[in-house]
């Protein structure tokens, strides 16, 4: 009843922050009728993935080809939270049946339901709605969390709303554990130790296609053998402190080039204009610019193509993490045997950056000149540079094959 009170008050801030999201990225100003339970389509005997936002929803690709490979693609319904997931998925699988996901509201909820419903719910990590999983309940819908994954900090957080927590770990199904850590933590939380299985974690199961090796080499021919290291999925506060490091890079490497990917889509604009006021000569990669041996910088303003820009570099850091944002993946530039550098904030992927450092595939930087110094070292050793690919790679293929058991577990429950 409390969280019921508190959604039905914070609903109208809910629209005031899409309205006001709405200046830098449009797309948050449409399809309101969605997210309060309004579908502009019914579906029955569905399954249902929610795939949350962006990253979500490329770790869930190989998922989502194998649930299409099953079930068939007018069986599949996706949903999201952001816009840049939606246009992800949409793009991605044009076929499949999508919608955002509904607020988490009994009313808008039993909306939703009277449109949609699914054979089962399967949630990605850690996303679990009190209501979403009351009402999957009383329909009688199995409620699946997979790909499981629950931190200390998040574990304190849900400390705080000990009997809400208690409550979803005793709706959910089944949960499919990334490790027995994270399986620990959520049977602390109230979890049933016969409700969970230890799987994996599906992200090192990454599907490269064809297109990114073909394009990510013409790409790569546009640089004409110059060293380029790549900041992706960076964020605000960090931008400035990598274009600082690539200065610092540009000195000793005058031939240096930096390709910059920002998470966000609304901040391209933005980090375009920082680079001008730092007196770089940028290219944007959405006007379909050659780079020049004067191009110090390559903005990397499209949606998509992450995977073919990581080809096209020699080093990748990734971003998120030289601010308390919990760093982002890993493992995309080690599938394609780049070195990696990272951050020290990395609660998110704490067992994969651990097995990363560990392997020697990566190296942790705390500030903008441990950046440039490290990019500078690899720049000026090819053998260390291939080294640390290799041992990511062997990273990635050691620890393959959570998404053959994660479909299993699926299929249980979908007879």
């Known amino acids: 009843m409390i969280y019921t009170l508190l959604v039905t008050l914070a609903l109208p801030f809910a629209l005031l922050r899409l309205y006001l999201r709405g200046n830098k990225a449009p797309a948050y100003r449409l399809r309101w009728r969605e997210r309060f339970g309004t579908p502009p389509f019914t579906m029955h005997g569905c399954i249902w993935l929610h795939v949350v936002s962006l990253g979500e929803s490329i770790a869930a690709t190989p998922l989502i080809h194998q649930l299409i490979a099953e079930y068939g693609t007018e069986n599949i319904l996706l949903t999201s939270i952001t816009p840049t997931g939606s246009q992800y998925v949409t793009d991605k699988f044009p076929k499949v ?87 620990d933590r959520l049977l602390e939380m109230g979890l049933s130790p016969t409700q969970y299985s230890v799987t994996g974690n599906i992200k ?69 204009q920082l680079t001008q006021d730092m007196h770089f000569s940028c290219v944007r990669r959405s ?34 993490s030289l601010i308390a944002r919990g760093g982002h993946n890993l493992l995309e530039p080690a599938a394609l045997a780049k070195p990696c550098l990272t951050g020290p904030h990395t609660f998110n992927f704490v067992e994969v950056n651990a097995f990363m450092l560990e392997a020697e595939a990566a190296e942790l930087v705390h500030n903008e000149t441990e950046l440039a110094h490290t990019v500078i070292k690899l720049m000026q050793d090819p053998i260390l540079q291939k080294n640390m690919g290799q041992a990511g790679l062997a990273v990635v293929n050691h620890n393959k094959g959570a998404l053959e058991r994660m479909v299993e577990t699926v299929k249980q429950y979908t007879p």
Not at 164 to 174: E, F, G, R, V
């Open 97 to 183: 049946h999508h919608c955002y996901l509904p607020y988490d509201h009994p009313v808008i909820l039993g909306r939703f339901f009277k449109k949609i419903t699914p054979r089962v719910l399967l949630l990605m990590e850690t996303e679990l709605w009190p209501a979403l999983l009351q009402q999957c309940e009383k329909r009688n819908i199995p409620s699946l969390l997979l790909n499981a994954r629950m931190s200390e900090r998040s574990k304190s957080r849900y400390k705080y709303f000990a009997r809400t927590s208690q409550k979803m770990m005793s709706q959910l199904t089944h949960v499919a554990a990334q490790t027995q850590k994270d399986a």
């Open 287 to 320: 006007d379909e610019a050659r780079c020049t041996p004067k191009t110090q910088v390559y903005l990397g303003d499209t949606m998509g193509e992450l995977m073919l820009m990581f080809y096209a570099a020699d080093i990748a850091f990734i971003g998120g």
């Open 204 to 272: 090192y199961d990454l599907h490269i296609a064809e297109s990114v090796y073909q394009q990510g080499q013409l790409l790569k021919e546009g640089f004409t053998g110059r060293p380029v290291w790549i900041a992706a999925s960076t964020h605000e506060g960090e931008e400035t402190q990598i274009l600082k490091a690539h200065q610092k890079i540009v000195q000793t490497l005058p031939d240096a080039l930096l390709i910059i990917v920002p998470r966000h889509p609304e901040r391209f604009n933005t980090v375009y």
